[in-house]
Structures are given as C-alpha cells and as structure tokens.
C-alpha cells in the first residue's frame, strides 16, 4: 500500500495502527504531513526518518529538499535530484502513482522509493533544462511530459 496526503492526515490522528496493519506500506510524507504523524520528535530529517522505521514496520520517503528513504535494516537514502519548483500540489500524486506503478512491476517498496523519487526530480529537472521552464512556474504536467525521458536516462 502507498499512502500520501489524506491517507497520512488520517493515520496521523492514530499512527499506533501502523503496528497493527498486515502487509507492506509506503509511506510519503512531506515535512508537514511528518510532523503530523511523529509530533513529537523534532530531530533533523534523517534522525527522524530512521526512528519513525525503527518504531513502525514501513518504508519511508521523506518528501523534501534531498529527499531521503528509509526502511528498518536498510541504508538510509538521499534522492539528489529535482529543484524547489515541486513542492507544489500535484507532485505528490504523481510520486506516489509513479512508486505505485514500479511496486506493480515487481519492485520492493524500498526500491520503488528510491526509482521513483529520483525519476520525479529528474524529470523536473529536464522540464527545466530542456523546455525552459522555471522553478516558479514549474507544473506537475511537466514533470509528467518528461517521465519518459528521465527512465530512459536511468536505464542507460
């Protein structure tokens, strides 16, 4: 299961439930979103993403300025890709439908993560480069014109 926005704001009212739950779940919360489901933790970035594992079976992607993924018993993760232009409404659901489409292909969760948020900020990034868009005015049809770009970039 991939949760972002509403899913996360629901789960942050009882995160205790993330013990309970059957099956692997891929959490990706900006740093709002974070604060809301672990509000009592106030460590930098990478402190609390490696806690919040520790405490809940999950796997984690920490939206972000270097974008960070963690699991429990695995590396913690920096995604060094994108620009300050995606943190705008729309660039989550595509992350999370791009890492709910490479699970479906057979990835981990952990990996799909880590695919799927440097595939999204490199295709910001050629959206940028290429096009001549702005980080101002950078939009989430944009990133999606250039996914194709960016896997083909990947895969070389």
Known sequence: MVTDADGLNIL???N???RRCKG???LTPHPGEMKRLFPDHKE???ETATKFCNRFPVTLLFKGSRTIVAERDRPLTYNTTGNPGMATGGMGDILTGVCAGLIGQGLSLYDAARVGAWTCGRAAEIAIFNDGQSEQSLLPRDVLDHLGDAFNELRS
Do not use: I
Request: aromatic content about 0%; proline content about 8%; cysteine-free.
């Open 16 to 18: 205790s439930v993330l």
């Open 12 to 14: 942050s009212e009882k």
């Open 24 to 26: 692997e779940r891929l």
């Open 44 to 46: 930098p970035r990478a």
